[in-house]
């Protein structure tokens, strides 16, 4: 294949892959051996490394890596009132999906300085010249930890409360410079069930929300574990009433399966397909991504397509994750124009 220069944009997911020092770090910052100093200085730290790694390979359209955020949600229930922590249900062995904490609401749920998703935004524009993406979990991924009680009798009715707290924020991003916003709802494949209710609720968190949007939705990636029933044929063709720019989809896992999926979108909306594992240890070469875009491109036009890994890569070694962007990168320019 000749190479020539990339005219299909690549991007991340979101998530970045902490530095061996960061795990010490936060050992430390649990242990309340860190003072306030400390612990912004090493997240700033943290974001400065996403930024560089990304840059570095050549990423297009950056996220801050998600490095404030304690496991992709965790960060967040700690900004929240009117929850109660209940033990975890297994404590034993390796750490899944089983074996976080939970919490169940004593009085209504409100976050007095929203998610923290606009501070996180202003300095990641602070530091970089590169197109930003920002990522924010949706209503229904954000109360997978809470058990649904005496104050929101369903899930639902909890999504529904988010869905405010989310809009508000989204909004607030959009007045300090954020154009390109991502909602990650891995829990649309993960709570199977009522699609149609889940995109209104995404409607309204999108709502009146200035920029331009994505929905991620994924099958889990906890301890590089899926969680999901792995298919998106289903959502189909009803996925396409959600207000979305841009549906943010993994396929290298699967060996691209369901990628004909593409002509099921609606024309004018945009593909960004995960064609980097990042559950696997396998380093791709550019001439596999180069192959996997072609396969993905019999199914939709260039102009329409971003290039991304599945998901987020919290979950792997950083210098994995270095190669895995250089592999992104390098495979894309390996595409004809
Ligand atoms: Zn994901």
Redesign the pocket.
Same mark, same amino acid.
Do not use: A, I, L
């Given at each position: 294949m000749k190479k020539i220069r990339s005219i299909i944009p690549t991007t991340v997911?979101g998530s970045h892959a902490n530095p061996s020092w960061m795990w010490s770090a936060i050992n430390e910052i649990n242990s309340g051996n860190y003072g306030i100093t400390d612990i912004k200085e090493t997240y700033d730290d943290a974001v400065d490394i996403a930024i560089l790694d990304q840059t570095r390979a050549g990423i297009d359209i950056i996220t801050d890596g998600e490095m404030r955020r304690n496991n992709f949600i965790q960060s967040f229930y700690k900004k929240m009132t009117g929850l109660e922590i209940r033990e975890p249900l297994r404590k034993t062995g390796l750490k899944s999906y089983d074996s976080h904490i939970r919490y169940i609401c004593k009085e209504k749920i409100t976050l007095p300085n929203g998610l923290g998703i606009t501070e996180e935004f202003l300095y990641t524009k602070k530091n970089t010249h590169k197109p930003i993406k920002v990522t924010c979990p949706g209503p229904l991924t954000l109360t997978i930890h809470i058990r649904p009680d005496q104050i929101y009798k369903k899930r639902l009715d909890l999504a529904w409360e988010f869905s405010k707290i989310i809009n508000s924020e989204l909004k607030e991003l959009v007045k300090n410079g954020a154009d390109f916003i991502q909602i990650?709802e891995?829990s649309f494949a993960i709570v199977p069930g009522e699609l149609d209710e889940w995109i209104k609720l995404f409607n309204e968190t999108v709502k009146d929300v200035h920029a331009k949007i994505a929905l991620?939705i /994924?099958f889990g990636?906890l301890s590089s574990r899926p969680r999901g029933n792995r298919t998106y044929k289903w959502m189909f063709p009803n996925l396409n009433n959600a207000n979305t720019n841009q549906l943010v989809l993994?396929f290298a896992n699967r060996e691209l399966k369901e990628v004909e999926i593409w002509q099921e979108l609606s024309p004018e909306t945009e593909l960004s397909a995960g064609v980097i594992d990042v559950k696997s240890f396998y380093i791709e070469t550019p001439e596999n991504v180069a192959n996997k875009i072609e396969e993905i491109l019999k199914f939709g036009p260039p102009e329409k397509l971003l290039l991304n890994p599945d /998901?987020?890569f919290s979950q792997l070694p950083r210098w994995i994750t270095k190669l895995k962007l250089e592999a992104l990168v390098k495979g894309s320019q390996l595409i004809k124009g």
């Open positions: 997911v990650d891995p991620h /994924c990636n993994e /998901c987020g």
